[in-house]
């Protein structure tokens, strides 16, 4: 679990700069896993947004309400 949407965010953009290396490189398999790697981490945090209950630590340390 994510601890907090500032560390969802920091590794959704570690993600998003993968991809963006492979496609530079023209790498399509690597694009690949690197789009459904952007994919589940972004899914993830949605995931901790759309669930308070089950994430209230999660909301408390983002200060979210």
């Not at 901790?48 to 340390?61: G, N, S």
């Amino acid at each position: 679990d994510f601890a907090s949407t500032h560390e969802a965010l920091d590794v959704l953009l570690e993600e998003v700069e993968e991809l963006r290396d492979a496609i530079r490189a023209n790498a399509g398999t690597d694009a690949e896993k690197e789009a459904m790697q952007v994919a589940a981490v972004a899914y993830r945090l949605y995931w901790h947004l759309a669930t308070p209950i089950q994430h209230a630590e999660f909301y408390r340390r983002s200060g979210l309400t």
